[in-house]
């Protein structure tokens, strides 16, 4: 019996071990959405200025998800102003949450 809890004990060890070690450092976890900064690349496929939000067709977001078409929360209106449909551009995303809290353009 106790060798049977060591051997549980130790392989959760192991996996909480080997999940925060495939999170980008200085992420907390919280529950189970990681949380950080994470760095994305994408499209912009719609705006939606009043809630305000943002739908993006993005690449792999590494450590976070694999790519896909999603609408995402602004923090802001304001760093939607000046962008629209069919731009390229880098986007930073607070977890957890799903908050855009930077945009910017790219240029190609
Ligand atoms: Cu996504």
């Known amino acids: 019996m106790r060798?049977?809890?060591?051997?549980?004990?130790?392989?959760?060890?192991?996996?909480?071990?080997?999940?925060?070690?495939?999170?980008?450092?200085?992420a907390q976890q919280s529950g189970t959405e990681p949380a950080g900064v994470f760095h994305g690349v994408g499209v912009i496929v719609a705006i939606d200025a009043e809630v305000p939000a943002v739908t993006l067709n993005h690449d792999d977001i590494k450590g976070l998800m694999p790519g896909m078409e999603m609408m995402f929360r602004a923090e802001s209106k304001s760093l939607l102003a000046g962008f629209k449909?069919?731009?390229?551009?880098?986007?930073?995303?607070?977890?957890?949450g799903y908050v855009i809290v930077g945009l910017?353009?790219?240029?190609?």
Request: proline residues 7%; charged residues 20%; glycine residues 10%.
């Open 104 to 108: 910017q353009r790219r240029p190609n």
């Open 3 to 26: 060798t049977r809890r060591n051997f549980v004990a130790l392989w959760v060890g192991w996996v909480c071990g080997a999940f925060v070690a495939l999170s980008p450092a200085g």
């Open 85 to 96: 449909t069919g731009e390229r551009v880098n986007f930073d995303i607070r977890m957890p």
